[in-house]
């Protein structure tokens, strides 16, 4: 082994041991809510509420009601688990060089990665239920076998099923998907193109742009809430004018045939979030932007692009890890929302985050309670995934800001 | 670039940022000055009940709302203004509170209620998420790089989670039959109601706060690490300083922008506290400024939005963020002075 540092500097074991349990301790206080609202979920209210934590983690009374896995159904899932990881390891490179043509680029590894986790995904919910009944029958008709298909944890799903089916939980789940599938790509493509002319221009207007961004970035959200209510209940009759002009109007009646009431619409919603999200969106991109040498668009230009082209055709794809990371930021920023939301949209077009107070301010019942998890873990499986996927990209654009300064 | 390929690129944000920002900011100012009721008339009534000989009739003033032509009752903003700023301040109060009636009265008042958290709250995490931020990013520095991707991964989780679920999540471990508040009543052997008083709820939320903003310093001053001068490092060493010298006089330094840069951004999001207020439904014993102009906000009840109130209490909000700013502000501009020369 060959030393980098003479023997004395090198730190001392206890140093070393200090910092990795401080590690520990953090990585546990960090993870804990998380996994034990997961474990929670899974379990009827009296394991679930148990003073007992061993029986939260094994649910005894959750396996005596409702059975559970058995464990048949545990060495399966560990099975499954070793795949994935053997699968990730084995295709993720090799389809990222299908993707981009370079293993290494980090963005083909993430889409690569998503890939591999949809079909990942798909394939686990279709085969995973029909091989535990093909063991577990098995082991069951085998007399000396009998014990691997007895039910070891106490598992349910009853809490997903009453919050996704009973209680509509879907509803709100396409209306999430909605606002933040319009926010990402309204979002990215105004700022885009403001943060590159920002970041080519030294001029004074320029300048204060930003300046002002900055300050609007600041901007409590319940501020400018204040400002929209009133317009968007009264939407209907404020835009009635504009209806009637003679041919702005007629133009108008061929998209809708009455003003709209902007209130409790999810299209409303998009751009008030792309709006809200504008300031903080042109400063991560310009920032990006400015990693790009001038150069290169003058050379584009010498070739005979213009401005927009020289940005679609050169500045773009070289671009792209950058828009990438700020598209995860506009995507956190809708999907996370829960004040102007809560306030600007009705029960029927309301996202996941701002309904989840129907299930916690109703816990008059520990299935109440439960309910409302099971619709919190619900929401945290996505961005779970989505940093298991685009850690790099996360931890880019939060660097992004600050290094430079 | 020119000018006019320059307003080109940005006449679409620009267009945004002035409809759904600048805008909406104006008229947020112009409603605080204003309040909108219905409008109500004086009407004459004459009641009679049969007497003898004659009925007894007695004429009443009433004052009634002016229905419309659609049916409902007439409204109309009434300029009132400042009025709407006094109800929410208090100055009378105010005044007898600083003239020694004592803090206590005031902090019953909702304005002064949110206020106090609101400060508090910003200026106890700052040193939390700094120093726990700042300890996290030496230790990952000084682990094994195998272990590094694997620690960042679940030190994200808590920064990425949505607000409002974090504080459900960390109040699930504390709610009556939590599993952290039964630890806690075997540890001390008493009876413990985490939600029963203000300031234990307060403490969650302090602690809540920590938690989900210390990943965000973590990477930042890790990424920091990674661009400390080596050569500084080695001739410190060959001066014989030790590890906390090393420390104190060269990294820190290193990254005192950083820590600088962080604490602004913790300062501007810590100041709009809301998600927690919300998570751990403490809106009984502890709120925050901006919960404040949320509550005005929804209806509740027979009660309706109270605009003009949350203009109010938004624009009051506005003036600590405007303190806040400030210092933003002169970096940016000395910044742009260091990069474009004198434009």
């Known amino acids: ?43 009827l209210p009296l394991d679930a509420l148990a003073a007992n934590p061993l029986h939260v983690v094994f649910g005894p009374a959750t396996r005596a009601a409702r059975g559970g896995a058995s464990a048949a159904d545990l060495a399966i899932g560990l099975v499954a688990i070793a795949i994935a990881i053997r699968a990730m390891r084995l ?6 060089r299908v993707v981009s043509g370079d293993e290494t680029a980090p963005l083909g590894r993430s889409a690569a990665m998503l890939i591999v986790i949809a079909i990942g995904l798909a394939l686990a919910i279709v085969a995973l239920p029909v091989l535990s009944r093909l063991v577990n029958t098995a082991a069951s008709a085998i007399p000396g076998l009998r014990w691997l298909a007895e039910p070891v944890l106490g598992l349910t799903l009853e809490h997903y099923r009453a919050v996704w089916v009973t209680h509509g939980f879907h509803r709100n789940f396409v209306n999430s998907l909605i606002v933040t599938a319009g926010v990402v790509t309204v979002s990215l493509s105004v700022g885009t193109l403001a943060a590159y002319a920002l970041s080519r221009s030294a001029s004074r207007l320029a300048f204060w742009i930003l300046i002002v961004a900055l300050i609007f970035r600041a901007l409590p959200h319940s501020v400018l809430v204040a400002g929209y209510l009133p317009p968007f209940l009264e939407s209907h009759a404020l835009l009635m004018p504009l209806w009637q002009t003679p041919v702005v109007g007629d133009v108008l009646r061929l998209v809708a045939a009455e003003p709209p009431t902007l209130y409790g619409q999810p299209l409303a919603i998009i751009l008030v979030l792309v709006s ?25 230009r010498v070739d005979g692009c213009g401005h927009f082209g020289a940005f679609r055709r050169v500045i773009v794809p070289v671009m792209w890890p950058g828009v990438i990371t700020t598209g995860l930021f506009s995507f956190l920023l809708a ?17 996941m985050v701002p309904a989840i107070t129907q299930f916690f301010n109703r816990e008059t019942t520990s299935t109440d309670q439960i309910e409302a998890i099971a619709a919190a873990v619900s929401i945290t499986a996505p961005l779970f995934v989505l940093v298991m996927v685009f850690q790099r990209q996360i931890v880019a654009g939060l660097t992004a800001g600050a290094v430079k300064g | 670039m020119k000018r006019g390929t320059f307003l080109l690129f940005v006449g679409p944000s620009l267009a945004m940022m002035l409809i759904f920002i600048a805008i909406p900011l104006a008229s947020v100012f112009v409603q605080s000055f204003y309040v909108t009721q219905p409008v109500y008339r004086q009407v004459e009534t004459e009641r009679c009940t049969p007497g003898f000989p004659n009925p007894i009739c007695t004429k009443e003033v009433r004052s009634a709302p002016e229905i419309g032509a659609d049916g409902r009752p007439v409204r109309r903003a009434v300029f009132v203004g400042l009025d709407t700023y006094r109800t929410l301040i208090e100055p009378e109060k105010l005044a007898a509170a600083l003239a020694g009636a004592g803090l206590g009265s005031l902090l019953k008042i909702d304005f002064y209620k949110a206020l106090r958290f609101t400060l508090t709250f910003t200026l106890i995490t700052l040193p939390f998420v700094i120093g726990l931020g700042l300890a996290i990013a030496l230790a990952v520095d000084s682990i094994v790089q195998a272990l590094r991707g694997p620690v960042i991964f679940v030190s994200l989780l808590p920064f990425i989670i949505t607000p409002v679920i974090g504080a459900l999540s960390i109040r699930w471990l504390f709610v009556g039959d939590g599993i952290l508040t039964r630890a806690l009543e075997a540890l001390l052997e008493r009876d413990i109601a985490m939600f029963a008083q203000g300031w234990t709820i307060e403490l969650l939320m302090l602690f809540y706060r920590v938690w989900h903003v210390a990943p965000f310093a973590f990477v930042i001053f890790y990424a920091g690490l990674q661009t400390v001068n080596q050569d500084a490092v080695d001739a410190a060493i060959v001066d014989g300083a030790s590890r906390l010298q090393r420390l104190r006089y060269v990294v820190l330094p290193h990254l005192a922008p950083l820590i600088v840069f962080v604490a602004l951004i913790h300062l501007m999001d ?6 927690e207020v919300i998570g751990f439904s403490s809106e009984a014993h502890v709120i925050s400024l901006q919960w404040l102009t949320f509550h005005f906000l929804v209806p509740e009840g027979s009660a309706e939005r109270s605009i003009s109130r949350a203009s109010a209490s938004a624009l009051l909000t506005m003036v600590g963020i405007v303190v806040i700013l400030v210092p933003l502000l002169r970096r940016n501009w000395r910044e742009h002075r260091r990069r474009w020369g004198r434009a």
């Open chain 1, 1 to 43: 082994v060959i030393q980098t540092q003479p023997e004395a500097l090198r730190p001392s074991a206890a140093l070393r041991a200090g910092v990795l349990a401080f590690l520990a301790v953090w990585l546990v206080v960090a993870a804990f809510p998380l996994v034990w609202i997961l474990l929670m979920s899974f379990k």
């Open chain 1, 335 to 351: 999907y996370n929302d829960y004040l102007v939301c809560a306030l600007l949209l009705d029960a029927q077009s309301q996202t």
């Open chain 2, 270 to 275: 810590a100041y709009r506290v809301f998600d």
């Open chain 1, 276 to 300: 809200i999200n504008q300031p903080f969106t042109i400063w991560m991109l310009r920032s990006f932007f400015d990693t790009v040498p001038t150069e290169l668009d003058e050379a584009a």
């Open chain 1, 91 to 96: 295709l993720v490179p090799r389809l990222a």
